[in-house]
């Protein structure tokens, strides 16, 4: 349970918000990279928790993040032209369509037509622009203090060449802390998405007999990190001498790692604030191995493993809060637990369901919530120590990053971490200069 | 000047001590056990620490009589001169210990406010 006030701390994200200055200290994934795949391509609106940007690639290929409006009289500039050297001044920017203002990458005005040229007024003029790139086949923006700038984040997709990952973004309607609760909470993985192999026979949260923990809850363990914390979900199997278990990493601030069995593919999300009722859910699935196969591709885009049954242009899902995500009350009487499909619908609609801002007030946290716990107390923590001693945070070093979730069958009574050190390491490759 | 700021300005040898105590990191085990029957409480554990088992009615008062029992423990062994049980990996480092509602400088306050809990 937590009071209104702890509630606002940790879901409120704008600008000047303690939590909203917290994550402003990471790089962001807002764009797949194929959204504005070419030098020169169109500009395309961005809502990071509560800003309203425009992202363009300049025809020198520098990636802009700016206000999304013009200096002027504020129109917006995603209605502008992404010129080249080829233009009146020379430069390569973004001009307002409205008056002709034009902006470089890094927010500063070059042109202003309607003034006259030895006025150089447009040298005081300068939008507010973020550090914006391309890695991984996202872009990633920067919003903090430039000073304290970490390199881009090394998670395991990101190093992976493209054929090995597929990658997409879901229009999330929920403040961006209930998705994330949601993907920490291996409990729900027993009851939401049973039967799940009804859809896909390598989704395999059945194996080792999971199914008869509905009757016996998991045992678990958290560990703090200097990334975040993992999560050691125990259950018991069939042999009494071994134990199942789900060992999951939360790196700070928004993402998670999904555990496998065997070689399946992984799966990895972030879940990103639009602003304090919407976030973009990423949903990475990837193969480390090997590069996918069409068959995986094909299933990946159909709305399969981690990912959902989409507009391809706006990112909303085909099943939202209004068509109560199609639910098949049949379906639900026969094979499956919600009558919802697709595994990440399934938890969207659950966690949609709980309102915009959810109000954790009227909770009761059992046992099995201990990762929840922790993930709250960690991210307010780091808040309001940012806030009142200027402590920068955690998970910001890319080589925290090198890690994976994994599940395992351990014998009983083992340290689960040592235990599983080598699984959980990432190999990472060593990059030619 | 925010408290917390100052709190940590001019610390002594004990609190840089407890301070850099506060961020080693141990496995929070919760399970819900039966302590009578058909009674049911949540249980918080750090099997590394000795002693450090706390019940509750909810998980979240649970972790928090644990988090009190770490700081107490914590206390004692620096007044005692002792050292504190290690697991391995790296301290969270970051003005939080990772599982208090408290900021690593609001457990310094706490300490300070109430000197029964430093230094003898």
Sequence with gaps: ???????????QTGPGTPMGQLLRHYWAPVLLAEEVPDAGSPPVRVKLMGERLVVFRDHDGNIGALDEFCAHRGASLFFGRNESTDSRDGNCGLRCCYHGWKYRYDGQCVDMPN???NARFKDDIRLKAYPAREHGSVIWIYMGPIESMPPLPEYEWTLLPDSHRY?????HSSNFMQPVEGSLDSSHVSFLHSDAPMWHPNWTHQMYGTRKHVLQPPQFRVRPTDFGFVVGARRETDDAEHDYWRITNWVMPWNVSIPRDDLEPMGAHS??????????AWNISYVPERPLTQREIAFYSSGGHIHAEQDPKTFVPVRTLENDYLINRDLQRTVSYTGITGIVMQDAAMQESMGAVSDRSRENLGSADSAILALRRRLMGEARALR???KLPTGRNPESHHLRSISAVLPGGVDW???TEDLRRVEVPVQSS | MPPAVAAHSGLTAFEQKLCEWLTLPYTLITMSVETAAGTWSSRAEYAELPGCVAEARSMPEAVDRLEDMRLDLILRSLRSGADVPRETGE??????????????????????????????
């Design chain 2, 91 to 120: 301290a969270v480092a970051s003005g939080t210990t990772g599982l208090s509602r408290y900021t690593i400088s609001e457990i310094l306050e706490r300490v300070r406010l109430h000197s029964s809990l430093g230094p003898s």
């Design chain 1, 115 to 117: 003034e006259p040229e």
């Design chain 1, 271 to 280: 879940f990103v604030p639009i602003d304090d009722e919407h976030c973009w």
């Design chain 1, 417 to 419: 971490l040592k235990a």
């Design chain 1, 388 to 390: 009142d001693e200027g």
């Design chain 1, 1 to 11: 349970m937590l009071s209104k006030e702890e509630n606002e701390l940790l879901t």
């Design chain 1, 167 to 171: 990658i997409t973004k879901r229009l």
